[in-house]
């Protein structure tokens, strides 16, 4: 393991491959022995990451160089949610009962960061972050008293306020979220955003005016235990969205576990099933259409058919994988500081 000083003074390490290619991976080792469960894609050269023992990571040339510190203070946290504006603005979102669920951000690429939202609610557990712009954006928590405990800022998270608890649909016996991947959250357009549950109910809520109303849907994906449900949601546009998931205890087990919706998630139909539990979908852009990426800790697969059939991408496992907007460049996060690039140009319908 490499030593780690906390604030700026990162340890930074030149990039190599940890192996050849992997289906259409490109590999890369972070200095750090911390699991990774969020990152966040800015453009072909920029991303970061989040992970435990208060760990981020940040690249500025394409992965080629990564560099990787702790947040002072932080140590005892894990950061399971990541959301990068640019080269030097990030929010990071750490997970836990009562005061572990914290908010942190920096304007200064890690020089400092700043505590913005620290939870004093002690049955809150948050578990997703994300945001529409510089200024707003959106966490929330497992349900609170029958609901789910959502905040939002308008003001890039100096201040985070609660949305009226009323305005949610009451939770279900045993449903709550899954905090796997950083994305169990998804926005689109200017004020559409998504929240997919699991556990006692697999479902999506759903609201297009930024939280002022919600609506709930039921989805086709298994669940019915603690560790199965939705884990990830991610929509192209307003209307055409994606969840996936399964059940985490069952790794490489198949089943209901990917559903797509054309009407914004009022209705949700199963497409083709994953060939095993997957923590993180995304869309992916290559120029005028899309790929879906799908990432789990037993494998990933891509689709070029919006579903309709799965390609391999490698038996290597990652907890989470985000991509730039507009752009064919994502990164994956995995285990013991792994991380791996993805340019979607590579990837090919099947035979």
Known sequence: MIKMERGWRFAVVLMALTGAVQGQWMPRQAPTNSRFRSVSTVSASVAWAGGNHGTYA?????????????????AELDFRDIHALDAKTAWLLSIGDGKKSRIYRTTDGGQSWSPQFTNTNPQA??????????????????????????IATADGGAHWQPLNPMSLPLAL??????????SSIAVAGKSHVWIGTGGGAARVFRSKDRGRSWEVA??????????SGIFSVAFKDEQNGVVA???????????DNFARTTDGGRTWKLGRRLPGFRSAIAYVSIGRSYALVAVGPAGSDDSLDNG??????GPNGYHAFSAAVRSAIGWAAGENGLLARLDARTLRLPR
């Open 58 to 74: 940040r690249t500025l040339d394409g992965g080629t160089t990564w560099r990787a510190g702790v947040v002072p203070g932080a």
């Open 125 to 150: 557990f948050f578990d997703c972050m994300t945001f529409w712009d510089a200024r707003h954006g959106m966490a929330f928590s497992d349900p609170v008293d029958g609901r789910l405990l959502v």
């Open 173 to 182: 016996p045993g449903e709550a979220a899954f905090a796997a991947s950083g």
């Open 218 to 227: 039921a989805t086709p994906i298994a669940c019915g235990n603690a560790s």
């Open 245 to 255: 998931g399964g059940d985490y205890r069952k790794e490489k087990e198949t089943g």
């Open 308 to 313: 309709e059939s799965w390609i391999g991408m």
